[in-house]
């Protein structure tokens, strides 16, 4: 089945800079690759997603790249805010519609 | 607010116990999914159902149990109830893709 690993599982970063978490996914079958927030004791919010017949999806302060080859897609934050604190979870999707998620990312933006 | 509902919001149980939670997907989607997110642990896949029959189940334990129904909603049953199931649980559905998360039930097991 399909495996997502994601890096890293923990990230500071200050306010105003960018954040960047990667995954990496095992089966070539996956083709939709979404990002969740989940703000502690919160459900899971879906911030952004982007298909494999897509390389770059952008949403303000929010992008995501995707590069099927290599089967990897990262998460790229600009211009962080203390609010963007949370853990942040990937996941790969295809055939069945099951879906695969990463362990995890926590980020904290420092005022 | 995603549309998806779970009832209840917290349960508070004894071990050896048996629970039900609920989940209500949005209006017009088949496919129902669990999971369980233990204290500062990732999302752990437990089953999916799709317009009423299951599609794939991940680590989901024997004393477990789930189902969708005709109007589907779907239940997710606990039985022999143990302090390591304290966790969210939550339900997702989803027209295909994406996935909306409900807002979760928090077991605690004592």
């Known amino acids: 089945g399909e495996n997502v690993e994601q890096h890293p599982s923990t990230l500071s970063v200050q306010e105003g800079d960018s954040a960047v978490i990667k995954c990496t996914y095992s089966d070539s079958a996956s083709n939709y690759f979404p990002w969740y927030k989940q703000e502690l004791g919160k459900r899971p919010q879906l911030i952004i997603d982007?298909?494999?017949?897509?390389g770059e999806k952008k949403d303000q302060r929010i992008a995501v790249t995707l590069n099927k080859t290599a089967k990897h897609f990262s998460l790229h934050i600009t211009e962080t805010q203390p609010e963007d604190s949370a853990v942040y979870f990937c996941a790969a999707s295809g055939l069945g519609n099951q879906f695969y998620f990463g362990t995890g990312t926590s980020l904290t933006v420092i005022p | 607010d995603s549309g998806v509902t779970q009832t209840p919001k917290h349960l508070i149980t004894a071990t050896g116990q048996r629970v039900t939670l609920r989940c209500s997907p949005r209006s017009g989607d088949l496919s129902v999914y669990w999971y369980q997110q233990s204290l500062d642990q990732g999302l752990q896949f437990l089953i999916q159902y799709y317009n009423g029959e299951e599609r794939a189940k991940g680590n989901i334990l024997e004393r477990f149990s789930a189902q969708q129904f005709p109007d589907l909603h779907s239940e997710l049953n606990l039985s022999s109830l143990e302090l390591g199931d304290s966790a969210l649980y939550f339900c997702?559905?989803?027209?295909?893709?994406?996935?909306?998360f409900g807002p979760g039930t928090r077991l605690t097991v004592l």
């Open positions: 997702a559905s989803s027209p295909g893709a994406p996935q909306y």
């Open positions: 982007i298909r494999s017949n897509v």
